[in-house]
């Protein structure tokens, strides 16, 4: 059984940085893909990144392209998102995914069968 474990949330002022991380375990494969997407209240849930654990290739929403970094470790069991240059638009409640495959969209919230908890980012202006 696939799992998977945010931790590194937190309230920060504009132009301030957080850094997410994700646990993952269960995986019998590096040929999957993990990511992020955040949903704020009243909000449709999106995208944020993703990474392909075999090669390390990655993929972010236009919303976090040249801000937010996506990148794992080396035993690719762990994931990290680092923040920079936060709005508060940022605000949400930030998920790690993961996928079972491969052959999938990487920013699409329908290819992602294994989510976590959660955790909340709050950006203050």
């Known amino acids: 059984q696939i799992l998977v474990m945010e931790s590194g949330g937190g309230s920060v002022q504009a132009g301030g940085s957080l850094r997410l991380s994700c646990a993952a375990s269960g995986f019998t494969t590096t040929h999957n893909h993990m990511g992020w997407f955040r949903q704020a209240p009243g909000k449709e849930r999106e995208s944020v990144a993703a990474i392909y654990r075999d090669r390390g290739i990655t993929y972010y929403a236009d919303s976090a392209r040249g801000r937010f970094n996506i990148s794992q470790d080396d035993d690719k069991n762990t994931v990290y998102l680092q923040m920079n240059s936060l709005r508060p638009e940022d605000t949400a409640m930030y998920y790690c995914?993961?996928?079972?495959?491969?052959?999938?969209?990487?920013?699409?919230?329908?290819?992602?069968?294994?989510w976590g908890q959660g955790t909340q980012v709050t950006v203050s202006s």
């Open positions: 995914v993961a996928s079972s495959g491969y052959n999938g969209r990487p920013l699409s919230s329908d290819y992602y069968n294994i």
